[in-house]
């Protein structure tokens, strides 16, 4: 059998409820969910389980929140005896694999993101920026597309290099609309607005980004067990001044997912669990390689599946 890669899902996988059978059926996820009440000092236990979704959707809930659902899977997949060579997260879930690979505690990495959340919200004053999915067109011409907006004054970038000809554009809301028209124009399948409220991953977000180096100070950043696969770089990262570094130009680079999925296959992982809620990072993975496993797990159910799997390759 070839290497296990963890994989942490980030923003738009959340769903009131989520967790809530592992919460239930397992004492060391419980305590999970309450550290996060304790270390907020603020009922998000609460907002997890009974919502109501719009409350849930508030960046400052959504990033601790899934955060707290996949560390507190995390917790049942370990008790499994299930280890991982390589971890990666998606933009805000890469707080999730640094907690796993043992870089941050999870009550460190649930205070930042929740100040992540509030100064992403910040950065950008609502309705000014904004995010749309790009499918069909390649990366280059989308590249060159953005470099001709931001000349004539629109400010926007390419944020997440999800998959082959599925990437995300970030900036002003006028900049992210001419260069969706003009990815049109160029032969993009379609153009998806996306319900976000803020253009995150561009260059917007470095008021954030200049911010959130006071949290990312106050923090204790560790030298991790298990190498992590940034999200900057789409290589792997290990020690604490690397991880620092990443950790505040991810604000404001793209999410390089497509290079990390192939970054890890290279290094040999050809079994990825999506471990907390939804599963788009397994879509994500079979857009990138066909062939590769991939398990999400975020209920006894999922899980059940994967140990039956795993028990079957050894």
Known sequence: MGKIAFLF???GSQSVGMGEAFRKENAKAAEIYAKADERLDYPLS???FQGPEDRLKLTENTQPAILTASIAALQVVQEHGITADYTAGHSLGEYSALVASGALSFEDAVYAVRKRGLYMEEAVPAGEGTMSAILGLDHEKLQAISEQVTAEGESVQLANL???GQIVISGTAKGVEIAGEKAKEAG???VLPLNVSGPFHSRLMEPAAA???EVLDEVEIRDADVPVVAN???????NAPNIYENLLAQLYSPVRWEETVRKLIDL??????EIGPGKVLSGLVKRVHRRAGTYPINDPESLEKVLAKLKGDN
């Open 162 to 164: 999800n998959a082959p």
């Open 188 to 190: 993009a399948k379609k």
């Open 9 to 11: 899902p980030g923003q």
């Open 211 to 213: 911010k959130f180096k």
């Open 46 to 48: 609460e907002v997890i």
């Open 268 to 273: 040999g992982v050809d079994t990825f669990l």
């Open 232 to 238: 900057v770089t789409a290589d792997e990262m290990q």
